[in-house]
């Protein structure tokens, strides 16, 4: 997965707007395949990944935490429910 950081510039974030886009193309997904046991382990390392990166930038004050969240939420289900049409 390729990371976007956002930058900010004067109190500005002006890259939101590619940030949420590149976002919006991310899902999480196991493929399926193999023991059980590696979906857990597999969708465990996710999310733990997304939580220790977004909390890096949360209090490095590069994102806002409302904003880790938001995306997180995207990538971690609000992207699958869109592609998939599960409402």
């Known amino acids: 997965m390729r990371v976007v950081r956002v930058l900010r510039v004067g109190g500005e974030d002006p890259l939101v707007d590619v940030v949420d886009e590149r976002s919006a193309k991310v ?51 609000a992207n699958a429910r869109r592609v998939y049409g599960l409402h």
Not at 39 to 61: E, I, K, M, P, T
């Open 27 to 77: 899902l999480y997904s196991s493929d399926a395949w193999g023991p059980a046991e590696l979906h857990y382990l597999g969708a465990r390392l996710w999310r733990d990944g997304l939580a220790s990166v977004f909390g890096r930038w949360v209090s490095a004050d590069e994102w806002s935490q409302a904003d880790a969240i938001r995306i997180a939420e995207m990538m971690c289900s």
